[in-house]
């Protein structure tokens, strides 16, 4: 029997990625005996934190761990449970949660996954160094900036790096659990506990619910006045060379400070812009693809379509299947 440690953070927690962990693998160690595949549970499991006292979440619930730290010697599969809040104060928190990370990946080879912003501790370990690694679209930014050395890929709900692993924002968590159930039990468990659960298997995309609403958390004053003129003028036919030349900087120094301050080359930063009013018109106008393209400064269809799929994951069309409110009420 293998065991599993779904870790407990001190400070604030997303309830629903313990519960939910918790749950799913009951439901699979349960269906694998069912169906004959196994005679007892797959996982052992354990709810860990650093102290054997409870933890509050959402100022209404508390969990208790069932052993501390100190107390699992030998573990298979980590889960590091979401976090909230301030995660720099999270992170001062957890480092004898971190330590033992770190430890159990040298002494066990344990395979680690984080779940949501939990990827900030996992990636205080130093384990994701050189290696991939994604989490919740609104800290994407946060990340790069404080990470340089670890691939971010703010596209996936899943991610998966020689027995490291990390999930998506929010209720991603889900899929990977389910990821997980297929790795360590099977396909036909996994379907079944996605059935059972009401997962939407397979979903592998995080792109199409980003909310892009600019990065300004900078000192750079110019390029936040640039920033607020793409945003009011993103409807006419900007350049790179246009706004370095308005702004009086060299283009040089105009994309080197640019992307030090948003993360974003100017370029990308005038697409993101126009694909994120474009998402707001299909989600609430009646407006057609050619009309929405044309508000927002595109002529070529073909390349209006590539661009938007490139930063949502979805065709237009698609897009405005999903989310327009009449179309999904209808």
């Given at each position: 029997m293998k065991h599993l440690s779904i870790l407990i953070p001190e400070g604030h927690l997303i309830l629903d990625t313990i519960v939910g962990t918790l749950n799913l693998f009951k439901m699979a160690n349960s269906y694998s005996k069912k169906i004959g595949k196994t005679q007892t549970d797959v996982f052992?499991?354990?709810?860990?934190?650093?102290?054997?006292?409870?933890?509050?979440?959402?100022?209404?619930?508390?969990?208790?761990?069932?052993?501390?730290?100190?107390?699992?010697?030998?573990?298979?599969?980590?889960?590091?449970s979401?976090?909230?809040?301030?995660?720099?104060?999270?992170?001062?928190?957890?480092?004898?949660?971190?330590?033992?990370?770190?430890?159990?990946?040298?002494?066990?080879?344990?395979?680690?996954?984080?779940?949501?912003?939990?990827?900030?501790?996992?990636?205080?370990?130093?384990?994701?160094?050189?290696k991939a690694c994604t989490t919740h679209w609104e800290v994407h930014d946060q990340f790069e900036s404080k990470y340089s050395k670890i691939q971010l890929h703010p596209e996936k709900i899943i991610s998966e790096d020689n027995g490291i692993y990390s999930s998506g924002g929010a209720y991603s968590f889900l899929n990977m659990i389910i990821y997980l159930i297929e790795k360590y039990?099977?396909?036909?468990?996994?379907?079944?506990?996605?059935?059972?659960?009401?997962?939407?298997?397979?979903?592998?995309?995080?792109?199409?619910?980003?909310?892009?609403?600019?990065?300004?958390?900078?000192?750079?004053?110019?390029?936040?006045?640039?920033?607020?003129?793409?945003?009011?003028?993103?409807?006419?036919?900007?350049?790179?060379?246009?706004?370095?030349?308005?702004?009086?900087?060299?283009?040089?120094?105009?994309?080197?400070?640019?992307?030090?301050?948003?993360?974003n080359t100017p370029f990308e930063y005038i697409q993101r812009v126009k694909v994120e009013v474009a998402k707001k018109s299909f989600e609430s106008s009646?407006?057609?693809?050619?009309?929405?393209?044309?508000?927002?400064?595109?002529?070529?269809?073909?390349?209006?379509?590539?661009?938007?799929?490139?930063?949502?994951?979805l065709s237009p069309l698609e897009y405005r299947r999903k989310f327009n409110r009449e179309i999904a009420l209808s």
């Amino acid at each position: 029997m293998k065991h599993l440690s779904i870790l407990i953070p001190e400070g604030h927690l997303i309830l629903d990625t313990i519960v939910g962990t918790l749950n799913l693998f009951k439901m699979a160690n349960s269906y694998s005996k069912k169906i004959g595949k196994t005679q007892t549970d797959v996982f052992a499991i354990d709810l860990v934190g650093i102290a054997n006292q409870s933890v509050t979440c959402h100022q209404f619930f508390e969990v208790r761990p069932t052993k501390t730290l100190a107390e699992v010697k030998q573990t298979d599969l980590i889960i590091i449970s979401s976090i909230v809040g301030n995660l720099e104060k999270a992170l001062v928190k957890n480092k004898p949660l971190i330590d033992w990370i770190r430890l159990r990946r040298i002494e066990n080879e344990a395979a680690i996954v984080s779940l949501c912003r939990s990827a900030f501790i996992l990636a205080e370990t130093g384990l994701l160094n050189g290696k991939a690694c994604t989490t919740h679209w609104e800290v994407h930014d946060q990340f790069e900036s404080k990470y340089s050395k670890i691939q971010l890929h703010p596209e996936k709900i899943i991610s998966e790096d020689n027995g490291i692993y990390s999930s998506g924002g929010a209720y991603s968590f889900l899929n990977m659990i389910i990821y997980l159930i297929e790795k360590y039990y099977g396909r036909e468990t996994a379907i079944w506990c996605s059935k059972m659960a009401e997962i939407d298997f397979d979903r592998i995309n995080q792109n199409q619910f980003v909310i892009f609403s600019g990065q300004k958390d900078h000192n750079d004053q110019t390029i936040k006045e640039v920033q607020e003129y793409i945003e009011e003028h993103f409807a006419e036919k900007l350049s790179v060379e246009g706004l370095a030349k308005q702004f009086a900087v060299s283009i040089r120094s105009f994309i080197r400070r640019f992307k030090k301050a948003t993360q974003n080359t100017p370029f990308e930063y005038i697409q993101r812009v126009k694909v994120e009013v474009a998402k707001k018109s299909f989600e609430s106008s009646p407006l057609n693809i050619n009309q929405v393209m044309y508000n927002v400064g595109y002529n070529d269809e073909k390349s209006f379509r590539k661009i938007f799929k490139k930063y949502t994951g979805l065709s237009p069309l698609e897009y405005r299947r999903k989310f327009n409110r009449e179309i999904a009420l209808s």
